[in-house]
């Protein structure tokens, strides 16, 4: 689970609910392991594991479109750049030594890898293949991840907020008939999922939280229902629409369990918290939630019910991914996280250098002026003579 703490601790809860949506992956791949419960029970409520990958796509939608709808109210524009410097120390540092220690493994006879398994997820684009082996499977969810913050944030940028808001809303419509077609026809899920990813919706609803989270929260009924004792039967309903196991499930039930997912945000992070919010921040909780994204990655290749060895045994498995998930989030994830705030750090500095030079001088690039970007001087600072405004130049 990619995305982190420093962007969210303002938004209650956040790190909580990622919690859960590990628990839930956690839970669903143990099932069957040595030790642990029976895939019977397991099936009783569905696959909690994907159900727990969505929760995690709707946060993802919801936090990412937060904070590039901060910073296009902010500075008028979104610095693409920016935002792939933050997005590739965030999550490419533990993704690819994971890959890295999972070559290791291999080689010991730990985890089975082939050469298309590691070619497809060190480009991020294992998703498109089904053939994929149980100890990378998971990371189609991080291919997907990315494919996300590779589209989104230039489609804010080129098409607005509004314009872009109303594009995620029509998809979030057409992607269900795209997932009940890949539920079909299942020979041809490697064609179908390059014209509708079954999944692109739960990060869509996201974004529309985000986007119009405000405007809905505006609306009296909506908000007295997510005050009310009532909003706990949302949650209840998504573990039933989750257990569904006909093939309404592509097509309804998981639009649905999408909807839920967001409303259970937007209750736990915009409203007085209640018992549940309380539990989401607990010190104990959000840890687990800023350690998700090191525990997704490792759970995979020690919570393996096909592979019949003492690793792969419960209690032992859970103690091994949860050791190798605690090392990557300290060695790795923490230095480049620090990394990244220095980095950022000198930048704003610079910036902020370079503005107090502009604004020094008089100068101030006007925006409006077109391709050949003329300097403009509406405001020529007290002491500057207008009839040498050339001298306000900076030299080029």
């Known amino acids: 689970m990619a995305a982190k703490n420093q962007e969210c601790e303002r938004i209650q809860s956040l790190d909580g609910l990622r919690?859960?949506?590990i628990v839930l992956v956690l839970f669903g791949h143990l099932s069957e392991t040595a030790g642990f419960l029976s895939l019977d029970v397991y099936k009783r409520v569905g696959d909690v594991a994907n159900l727990g990958v969505r929760v995690?796509?709707?946060i993802s939608g919801y936090l990412i479109t937060s904070l590039l709808l901060k910073e296009l109210k902010t500075t008028g524009g979104i610095s693409l750049l920016h935002f792939y410097?933050?997005?590739?120390?965030?999550i490419l540092p533990a993704a690819y030594f994971f890959m890295l220690c999972a070559v290791v493994l291999a080689t010991l006879g730990i985890c089975s890898l082939t050469k298309q398994d590691l070619l497809?997820?060190?480009t991020y684009l294992i998703n498109f293949w089904d053939g994929r082996s149980w100890d990378f499977g998971h990371l189609w969810s991080l291919a997907v991840e990315e494919q996300f913050y590779l589209l989104w944030p230039a489609t804010i940028a080129l098409l607005g907020r509004q314009r872009a808001m109303r594009r995620a809303a029509w998809l979030v419509g057409l992607v269900p008939i795209g997932r009940a077609l890949w539920g079909v026809f299942k020979p041809y899920r490697s064609i179908l999922i390059f014209f509708a990813s079954p999944n692109a919706d739960a990060l869509l609803v996201g974004c529309l939280l985000a986007g119009w989270g405000d405007?809905?929260?505006n609306w009296r009924l909506y908000s007295e229902f997510l005050r009310s004792r009532w909003f706990y039967l949302v949650p209840v309903a998504i573990v039933l629409l989750n257990a569904d196991p006909t093939y309404w499930r592509f097509l309804v039930s998981l639009s649905l369990i999408n909807v839920g997912i967001a409303m259970c945000i937007d209750r736990w992070a915009h409203f007085p918290p209640d018992a549940v919010a309380r539990f989401l921040n607990l010190s104990a909780v959000r840890k687990l939630g800023v350690m998700?994204?090191?525990l997704y990655l490792w759970q995979q290749i020690f919570l393996n019910r096909n592979e019949h060895a003492f690793w792969t045994a419960f209690p032992l498995n859970l103690t091994l991914a949860i050791a190798c998930a605690w090392i990557t989030h300290e060695a790795i994830e923490k230095p480049?996280?620090?990394l990244r705030h220095n980095l950022e750090q000198k930048w704003r500095?610079?910036?902020s250098e370079d503005r107090g030079q502009a604004t020094a001088t008089g100068v101030v690039l006007d925006a409006t002026s077109g391709a050949d970007g003329r300097y403009a001087l509406p405001n020529l600072p007290i002491g500057l003579d207008p009839q040498k405004r050339e001298t306000a130049l900076p030299n080029s």
């Open 120 to 122: 497809l997820a060190s």
């Open 349 to 351: 500095r610079r910036h």
């Open 85 to 90: 410097f933050r997005r590739a120390l965030r």
């Open 19 to 21: 919690a859960v949506s």
């Open 215 to 217: 405007a809905i929260r």
């Open 336 to 338: 480049f996280l620090r």
């Open 56 to 58: 995690f796509f709707v």
């Open 292 to 294: 998700s994204y090191a």
